[in-house]
């Protein structure tokens, strides 16, 4: 049977993004590993985040988005993930399944799912392959926030 040139492109796009993301996840474990209980939960400012929120918040916007795009329901509790306190073990724990979580929705994602129009939460419907690809860009833009914090926790007097 021959492939549908959709479905070659669809999985195109999954695997490279799913790449992607695995990357950050591999750079959110190399600034982890190493660190503390105080310093993966040390916040610069008062209204700032720690690298555990960080992590725990894009781990948690990336599941939502992924399962959104399959039409999938999940359950998320936001607000929770900015009040997260956790070690290093269990946010190693988090990537991990993570990735695991990433591998089986990507794996199973087709070309409707990137192409038609997918609701998020309480936000209007989007293609699916616009919520990839932002949410991609969320997760770069919390790495380099985890990247700063840790430059401000080993920078101070």
Do not use: C
């Amino acid at each position: 049977m021959q492939e549908d040139s959709e479905d070659v492109g669809a999985r195109t796009v999954a695997a490279t993004v799913g790449t992607l993301f695995h990357a950050v996840h591999d750079h959110m474990r190399e600034h982890v590993r190493g660190m503390d209980h105080d310093s993966l939960n040390w916040k610069p400012l008062p209204l700032a985040n720690s690298v555990a929120v960080l992590i725990v918040h894009t781990l948690g916007s990336e599941l939502e988005m992924i399962r959104a795009l399959r039409s999938l329901t999940t359950e998320r509790d936001r607000p929770a993930e900015f009040k997260a306190e956790v070690d290093q073990a269990e946010l190693l724990a988090l990537l991990d399944q993570a990735d695991r979580d990433l591998d089986e929705q990507l794996g199973a994602l087709d070309a409707a799912d990137l192409t038609e129009l997918r609701p998020r939460g309480d936000r209007p419907p989007r293609p699916g392959i616009d919520w990839l690809l932002s949410n991609y860009g969320h997760a770069r833009e919390h790495l380099a926030q985890i990247e700063l914090t840790k430059q401000l926790y080993d920078s101070r007097t």
